[in-house]
T-cell receptor, first 113, second 115 residues
């Protein structure tokens, strides 16, 4: 079974731009969660989607948004990028509502200049 | 609110020696606990989980973890460390089965195994 894939792996943007990251979960998984990882803040939960509905949301500003498609693929969007948005963005999928272990993709490294 | 703490930023151990990476948690209900490992420039890899049952949980790569309810701890252990175990380790907790229960991660502990 293929693992969780994320595209692109690396991204460089400038302040004020917007960016869209993509995540394809493990086949059959319907829950997709997004995390931001930075050296200072560690792993912070962004949001979780299940069957195209956002079910959980972390404490991030409205510039961070996401969606899930009918095939469970998910995208997250960050608008009006700030320097502090530079981070590794991780996507994780799970079989049932995140109760079981989550399986992570390799991440997208976003650098904001 | 649920939380998890990893009191050590870094743990150093010699190859062949036993290792322990500490984790304590706080939840209002029954805890669901996980350990993950992250190698450089990689995502997190699942190591093991505690849901219910035996307090000693065995996982991947020879790792195990001991759930202690009275001390609210879930320490990760390995009898004999390898240099290749050097990585960043995360403990995580989920406070329940509800859809509103998120997976909360600790700040991570960097394990350095010296030859």
């Amino acid at each position: 079974k293929a693992g969780v894939t994320q595209t692109p792996r690396y991204l460089i943007k400038t302040r004020g731009q917007q960016v869209t990251l993509s995540c394809s979960p493990i086949s059959g998984h319907r829950s997709v969660s997004w995390y931001q990882q930075t050296p200072g803040q560690g792993l912070q939960f962004l949001f979780e989607y299940f069957s195209e509905t956002q079910r959980n949301k972390g404490n991030f500003p409205g510039r961070f948004s996401g969606r899930q498609f009918s095939n469970s693929r998910s995208e997250m969007n960050v608008s009006t990028l700030e320097l502090g948005d530079s981070a590794l963005y991780l996507c994780a999928s799970s079989g049932v509502t995140g109760v079981l272990e989550q399986f992570f993709g390799p991440g997208t490294r976003l650098t904001v200049l | 609110a649920q939380s998890v703490a990893q009191p050590e930023d870094q743990v150093n151990v010699a190859e062949g020696n036993p290792l322990t990476v500490k984790c304590t948690y706080s939840v209002s209900g029954n805890p669901y606990l996980f350990w993950y490992v992250q190698y450089p420039n990689r995502g997190l890899q699942f190591l093991l989980k505690y849901i219910t049952g035996d307090n000693l949980v065995k996982g991947s790569y020879g790792f195990e973890a001991e759930f202690n309810k009275s001390q609210t701890s879930f320490h990760l252990k390995k009898p004999s460390a390898l240099v290749s175990d050097s990585a960043l380790y995360f403990c995580a907790v989920r406070g329940g089965w509800s859809n509103t229960d998120k997976l909360i991660f600790g700040t991570g502990t960097r394990l350095q195994v010296f030859p």
